[in-house]
């Protein structure tokens, strides 16, 4: 009997390492730089590697001298990324959601929360100066020690086709955290791609920037 029971034990043993090397499955992302991900297309911005596509135009969001999110143009919709610092504590979404309902109401807007495809989101209207309040679907994503922040816009904040597209982008972003102390809510800051840092040292300035002959257009919006 004992013998028996020194087995079974010795067994259940062996078992409990190969149960904690087991990486949960995940069918989409947006993924964390430290866990594996597909491979892809991506240009490498520094703390985020953002998808790309045919027809897409990438601008960058910049403040003072950092760059501290992206722009995916693809038609008649737009999609905003931006990677904050968060605490090892947990996730940061809906403290951050709750902000920006306030931020919206204060100015005039509506929101809803709303359940989409990435768990909790806020269906926005967003007052324009000489339009129509404007529809905007704030998405945020808790990963380890970040918090991903996207903002569909234009037609995608509306129409299900045109947003599968930049949902597709969200779901194949890499978040590189990296392992310096950051504050929490601290944006993730980015940076050119070598071929466009390059090609910007190379062009004369009154030259027109255009690092990708063939794919996104990479520019700044200040």
């Not at 380890?144 to 509306?158: D, F, K, N, V």
Request: glycine fraction near 10%.
């Amino acid at each position: 009997m004992f013998g028996r029971r020194r087995r079974a034990e010795e067994e259940t043993a062996q078992a409990v390492p190969e149960k904690e090397q087991a990486a949960p499955a995940r069918e989409s992302g947006p993924w964390d730089a430290d866990e594996g991900y597909p491979e892809g297309e991506r240009v490498d911005l520094g703390g985020l590697l953002l998808p790309v596509g045919p027809g897409f135009e990438v601008q960058l969001t910049v403040s003072g001298d950092s760059i501290v999110g992206a722009v995916v143009l693809v038609e008649e919709s737009a999609l905003q990324v931006q990677a904050f610092a968060a605490p090892k504590r947990g996730g940061i979404w809906d403290e951050v959601r709750a902000e920006l309902a306030r931020e919206v109401a204060a100015v005039g807007g509506t929101t809803e929360e709303r359940e989409g495809p990435f768990g909790t989101e806020l269906a926005a209207r967003v007052p324009a100066e000489g339009r129509d309040p404007q529809p905007v679907r704030y998405i945020g994503v808790d990963g380890p020690r970040w918090l991903l922040r996207a903002a569909l816009s234009g037609r995608a904040a509306l129409d299900e086709a045109a947003a599968a597209t930049l949902e597709g982008v969200v779901r194949d972003i890499v978040v590189v955290r990296g392992d310096e102390p950051m504050a929490p809510r601290e944006p993730i800051e980015l940076r050119l791609p070598a071929e466009a840092r390059h090609a910007m040292e190379q062009e004369p300035e009154h030259e027109e920037f255009r690092p990708f002959e063939r794919g996104p257009e990479i520019s700044e919006i200040r």
